[in-house]
C-alpha cells in the first residue's frame, strides 16, 4: 500500500466538495492499477473520492474523456488535470468541443510523471496549470532542462539524409497494426467519423501494409497540425512502439517556427489554420 | 505413428538447427528483440532471444492469420473480370520459442477455421507451419493461463516444447510427427533421454471461468457493463495483440481498374464494426461493444467450442493504455 501524499488528500478533499456541492456530478481522476500507469477513474459519489491518487504514475492525459458521449451523459464533469493536460483542454474550448462553464477543471502542479521523468516532463514549462477552479500541490520545481531543447528529439531526425529518413519511417510505420490506439486516445482526435472510416471514396485504405500505413500517420499528423499539444500519450500507447510522438513533434515545430505559435497554451488564442488576420504572412502557402 | 520422445541437446542448439532450416529454404522464426520490442523475426542479423523473455509483443497468431493478406488479385477489362490467386503459396515455416499459451491459442483458431468449411489460407499455412514452444521460466503478474484452463508447460498446439536450462542447452519434448521431423534436423545432437521436465512457475488463478459463464448467462443487460466500459477508448489494441482474436474484414483496394482483395484483422472494440450500410449501428455504445468482447470468449465460444477463447498470457492486461485489465473485470464477475 503507498502512502497516502497531502497532494493526493488535497486532491480527495476537492473532489468530494465538488461532488458533496453539486457542482460536479462525477469527476474524473485517476486510481490505482496493477500496471505501471494509473488508470483513469471516474468518481460519482464524495465517499468514492477516497479512490482518488496523483503520483508519477499517472500518466495519462484524461481530456480524451471530454468528448466522450457515454461519459458526458453522466452529467457535468469535473476532471484531475496536470498543465501539460490543460493544453489538451484549451483546444477542446478554443475548438468549441466543451464549454468552460460545464467544466470544472481540479489543477495539480505536477514535477514530472515517470520514474524516470518522461521526456516531456524535463523542459515542461507548464508545471503550475493556470485557469484553473482549484489547483492542489505544492508549488513544483522548476524542469531540470532547457525548454528550447523541446524539438531535440526531431531535430536529430531531421539531420539524417533524405533517404535515411525515408528508411527510418518505413521502418517504423511499417509495424503498425491499425489498432488506431492513437486515434482513441488523442484528446484532440474527436470526430465523429475519421477520415479513415470514410469509404465512398476510401480516402485512406485500412489496410495495415506499408501504403496504408504512411496515408493513415500522414492523414492523421497533418490533422493535428497547429492542434497536437505534445502530449505523448499516443506513442504511450502504441503497442508496437512506432515513435508517433515525432510525427507530432515536427508539425509543431514547423507551426512554431512559421507562426510564433504553440498549441493550448491559453484557451483563448486563435490558431494558425482557423483564425484569419490581414497581416497574417502565410508562410505555408506555396 | 512414431514414438515421440524427450530429447537433450547441449549449447548452441538453436544456432545449428536454424541454419540447417534456413539452408532448406524454410522461415525460420525466433524471438528478437529490435526498438524495445520483442517479435517473431527472421532474425538476420538481429540476436535470437533463447529465453529470458516474457512474450512476444504481437502473438504467433499473426504468423497463421496475418494483420493483412491478399486473398486475390482482379483486374477489370469492359464487362470482364479477370480473377488471380496471390503470388505465391506459404512457404515451409518454423516458429521458434513461441510461448505456450499462444501455442495452445492456435488449438482455438483451427476450431474456428475449420468449423462450417476449411479456411484456404489459414489451413494451408497451418499445415506448412510447426510451432517450437519455449515453456515458460517464470511469469509475470499479468499471466493468468492457469485460470483458463492452461499452464506455463501447457503442451496443446506445439509440435516441440522446449524446456530452457541456464547453461543454453535444453529438454525437447517432442509431440507430434512435425516435431519428430524438427528434432530430426538436429541429428544426432539430440539425444534421447529420461530426464523430466523442471517444476513450472507458480501462476495464481485469479478467477472461475465456471463461475463467469453462469454470471454472463443471466447478466447481458447490466449496468456493470456501462461501468466497467466508461474507461474503454474504443481502440483494437488489446484484439490485435490477443492470441484468439480472429475477426476479420475483406476490403478491395483498387489502382483503375485492377486491384486486390485483402484480408485484414478487425476488433469488435471499433464502433465501425457493426455498423450497418443503413446508418444503424446493434452496438451503438463502448459498453455493448466491451460486453460483446466478454462474451464472445467467456459464453459465445464456450457454447460452440467447449472451451474459453483466451488462454491467459495477459497482454490485453499489458497492452491497455488506460488500465481496462480483462483480469480485474473478470475477477469483478467471479465475485458476484
Not at chain 1, 485557469?131 to 531540470?144: I, K, L
Not at chain 1, 512502439?241 to 484557451?267: C, H, N, Q, T
Not at chain 2, 486486390?260 to 446493434?282: I, Y
Amino acid at each position: 500500500m503507498t502512502t497516502v501524499t497531502s497532494l493526493t488528500r488535497s486532491l480527495r478533499e476537492a473532489a468530494a466538495q465538488a461532488l458533496t456541492s453539486g457542482e460536479a456530478a462525477v469527476v474524473i481522476g485517476y486510481e490505482l492499477n496493477d500496471g505501471e500507469a494509473a488508470a483513469p477513474a471516474f468518481v460519482r459519489a464524495p465517499e468514492d473520492a477516497e479512490r482518488l491518487i496523483f503520483d508519477e504514475s499517472c500518466f495519462g492525459n484524461l481530456a480524451v474523456y471530454l468528448a466522450k458521449e457515454e461519459v458526458r451523459r453522466l452529467g457535468k464533469l469535473a476532471i484531475v488535470v496536470k498543465g501539460c493536460d490543460l493544453r489538451a483542454i484549451n483546444v477542446l474550448l478554443r475548438e468549441n468541443v466543451v464549454s468552460r462553464d460545464d467544466l470544472l477543471l481540479i489543477g495539480v502542479r505536477c514535477s514530472g510523471v515517470g520514474r524516470p521523468a518522461l521526456r516531456k516532463c524535463s523542459f515542461c514549462e507548464v508545471r503550475d496549470p493556470e485557469g484553473c477552479d482549484t489547483v492542489v500541490g505544492d508549488p513544483p520545481e522548476p524542469p531540470p532542462t532547457d525548454p528550447g531543447k523541446r524539438y531535440a528529439e526531431i531535430e536529430a531526425i531531421e539531420e539524417l539524409s533524405m533517404e535515411e529518413r525515408w528508411a527510418y519511417w518505413q521502418k517504423q510505420l511499417g509495424k503498425c497494426i491499425r489498432c488506431y490506439a492513437c486515434r482513441q486516445v488523442c484528446p484532440l482526435c474527436y470526430c465523429k467519423r475519421c477520415i479513415v472510416e470514410k469509404s465512398t471514396p476510401q480516402w485512406v485504405e485500412t489496410s495495415p501494409h506499408l501504403r496504408g500505413n504512411i496515408a493513415w500517420n500522414i492523414a492523421r499528423g497533418l490533422h493535428l497540425t497547429g492542434r497536437c499539444v505534445s502530449c505523448g500519450e499516443c506513442e504511450r500507447v502504441c503497442p508496437m512502439k512506432i515513435p508517433l510522438g515525432s510525427l507530432g513533434d515536427k508539425m509543431a515545430k514547423l507551426v512554431d517556427e512559421w507562426y510564433g505559435f504553440r498549441s493550448g497554451m491559453s484557451a483563448d488564442e486563435k490558431a494558425p489554420f482557423t483564425a484569419w488576420s490581414p497581416d497574417d504572412p502565410e508562410p505555408g502557402i506555396l | 505413428m512414431a514414438e515421440f520422445k524427450t530429447y537433450q541437446v547441449a549449447a548452441g542448439w538453436l544456432e545449428s538447427v536454424a541454419g540447417a532450416l534456413r539452408e532448406a529454404k524454410v522461415d525460420v522464426l525466433v524471438p528478437c528483440e529490435e526498438d524495445g520490442c520483442v517479435d517473431l523475426r527472421s532474425n538476420q542479423g538481429l540476436q535470437a532471444l533463447p529465453q529470458g523473455y516474457l512474450n512476444t509483443v504481437l502473438p504467433v497468431k499473426r504468423v497463421l492469420m496475418p494483420a493483412s493478406e491478399v486473398l486475390l488479385e482482379y483486374e477489370r477489362q469492359s464487362s470482364d473480370i479477370t480473377l488471380a490467386s496471390p503470388q505465391e503459396p506459404a512457404p515451409e515455416t518454423v516458429v521458434i520459442g513461441c510461448r505456450p499459451c499462444d501455442a495452445a491459442a492456435l488449438e482455438m483458431l483451427d476450431a474456428v477455421f475449420e468449423w462450417d468449411y476449411e479456411d484456404v489460407p489459414y489451413a494451408e499455412r497451418r499445415r506448412r507451419t510447426t510451432i517450437v514452444s519455449f515453456a515458460c521460466t517464470e511469469a509475470h503478474p499479468t499471466c493468468f493461463c492457469t485460470s483458463v484452463g492452461g499452464s506455463p508447460h501447457n503442451s496443446a498446439g506445439s509440435d516441440v516444447l522446449v524446456y530452457s536450462k541456464s547453461d543454453g542447452g535444453a529438454l525437447m519434448q517432442v509431440l507430434t510427427e512435425k516435431g519428430a521431423a524438427f528434432i530430426g534436423k538436429l541429428g544426432p545432437a539430440a539425444e534421447p533421454t529420461d530426464a523430466g521436465p523442471p517444476a513450472p512457475p507458480d501462476v495464481p488463478e485469479k478467477f472461475d471461468t465456471k463461475k463467469i459463464k453462469a454470471w454472463l448467462d443471466e447478466n447481458f443487460e447490466s449496468d456493470f457493463w456501462v461501468d466497467v466500459s466508461l474507461r474503454c477508448l474504443g481502440c483494437g489494441a488489446c484484439s490485435y495483440v490477443c492470441p484468439t482474436c480472429h475477426c476479420f474484414d475483406i476490403v478491395d483496394e483498387s489502382i483503375w481498374n485492377r486491384g486486390q482483395r485483402r484480408r485484414n484483422w478487425d476488433c469488435c472494440s471499433f464502433a465501425l464494426f457493426t455498423k450497418h450500410a443503413s446508418g444503424h449501428n446493434p452496438r451503438p455504445v463502448q459498453s455493448a461493444r466491451c460486453r460483446q468482447r466478454v462474451m464472445h470468449k467467456f459464453k459465445y465460444f464456450p457454447e460452440r467450442f467447449g472451451r474459453v477463447a483466451c488462454v491467459g498470457c495477459g497482454r490485453c492486461v499489458r497492452t491497455c493504455g488506460v488500465g481496462q485489465g480483462l483480469v480485474s473485470i473478470l475477477a469483478a464477475m467471479d465475485k458476484k
